[in-house]
């Protein structure tokens, strides 16, 4: 409102001072007539003097001015060079999405170069770079969607340049606005990350490619074990002429376990096919416990069931729940060589999810190992081929749900499942 005023000045000054001239000669003619000559030269004296204080007073305002506009140009100089030398896309759009001002490395981006952008929406651009359409439209409804949101938005926008490449940015959008909530103007903010996501994509790739080699050679061992006792046996029989039938057995023996490397590691390879439905929760604990019903009875091991009712339901796949707890319950039995108690019991956690925990008193897990349990073939049985609570840990993420152990040396091992309910 002030700036509006200060360009009526030379005009107000013009018609004051006609005015001023006009009244006053007019006065002064009048006090001649009447031989007033003494007022006459006071009131020369006075028109003079405040013709030089109004003159100054509105040449130093014009001066003021000028200084003013001249440093506001020498910022918007500055601010012009800084934009421009961005390695980043800049643009300044009005409340209306018509281009303000956009920095170099943005219009080279969208070949606006020989265009006169200022005025245009997206759209209206699109038609003058039309490789670039889709991008323009797609950026005006994240320009729509920042402005109803009403705060600073980011997002990764990517698309084709017409060489080919792709380009991917780091997009964030500023929207401003007038105090009565109008929309005044937006600014957005775009870094190239097209590097960055090319190196994210080798280093998976490398990491991929690591786990693989990782898992070939634990099943290249896993199998090189058995398949050397093998040899060694048919060697044995070669050599003698007959079969042995202790070497016969034990060849079969080993037959089985390269049979069970291979069954397990299919299992872990199998992408998830299987409906999660409701499934009651002692069934599916009532099977392992009988399956294991003559090894407890050997090994002098007793499971409790606490807090488990009948309607005690979890949303999941009855199979591969079973292998879980029998894989569970199978290490917890493997390490009370002595007997002992398994404790399982549930409670809901959540609203929605119930948390079973298997608890034994065998001789526990060393906490050296607890950050490797779960990694493929990493074991510490002598017999053991390291994959049972790998294919646990899979088959439960497939139920979106988590594992924890917990364990103490000499003291016994808690695990616990959480699972959704229905």
Not at 54 to 74: G, R, S, V
Not at 295 to 324: A, F, S
Request: proline share 3%.
């Amino acid at each position: 409102m002030k700036n509006k005023w200060l360009r009526f000045i030379p005009l107000i000054y013009l018609g004051f001072g006609i005015l001023w001239i006009s009244l006053t000669d007019y006065w002064l003619y009048s006090l001649n007539q009447n031989n007033n000559l003494i007022i006459v030269e006071y009131v020369n004296l006075l028109k003079g003097w405040l013709f030089i204080i109004i003159t100054a007073l509105l040449i130093y305002l014009i001066i003021k001015k000028h200084e003013a506009l001249k440093e506001l140009e020498q910022k918007k100089s500055e601010l012009s060079t800084l934009i421009n030398n961005m390695p980043d896309f800049v643009c300044f759009k009005d409340g209306a999405g018509k281009w303000v001002l956009a920095n170099d490395y943005g219009l080279a981006l969208y070949d606006l170069q020989e265009v006169d952008y200022q005025g245009k929406t997206d759209l209206e651009l699109g038609e003058y770079s039309p490789h670039f359409k889709e991008a323009f439209a797609y950026c005006m409804e994240t320009d729509e969607q920042t402005w109803q949101d009403g705060k600073i938005t980011r997002d990764e926008e990517s698309f084709l340049l017409p060489c080919g490449e792709r380009k991917t940015f780091d997009v964030i959008k500023v929207p401003l606005f007038y105090p009565d909530g109008k929309r005044r103007a937006l600014v957005t903010i775009g870094r190239d990350i097209s590097s960055l996501k090319k190196a994210e994509s080798l280093l998976l790739t490398k990491e991929k490619l690591s786990v693989v080699g990782e898992m070939s050679a634990g099943i290249a061992h896993e199998i090189k074990n058995p398949l050397t006792a093998i040899k060694g046996f048919i060697q044995l029989i070669k050599k003698s002429g007959k079969a042995n039938q202790n070497h016969v057995n034990l060849v079969l023996s080993e037959i089985d376990r390269i049979n069970d490397i291979v069954s397990e590691m299919l299992v872990l390879s199998k992408p998830p096919t299987k409906k999660l439905l409701p499934v009651p929760l002692t069934e599916v604990i009532h099977y392992v416990s009988n399956l294991v019903s003559n090894e407890t009875k050997q090994g002098n091991i007793h499971i409790d069931v606490k807090n488990i009712v009948e309607t005690t339901m979890v949303k999941g796949d009855v199979n591969g729940l079973k292998q879980v707890f029998l894989n569970i319950i199978k290490n917890a039995m493997e390490a009370m060589p002595e007997g002992g108690l398994i404790e399982i019991s549930a409670e809901m956690t959540t609203p929605n999810y119930l948390t079973i925990k298997i608890k034994d008193d065998g001789i526990g897990i060393r906490e050296a190992n607890i950050d490797q349990l779960g990694n493929p073939f990493f074991t510490s049985k002598e017999k053991g081929m390291g994959l049972g609570l790998t294919i646990t840990n899979k088959i439960i993420q497939e139920h979106n749900g988590q594992l924890y152990i917990e364990s103490e040396e000499g003291k016994g091992t808690t695990v616990s499942i959480s699972l959704s309910t229905i």
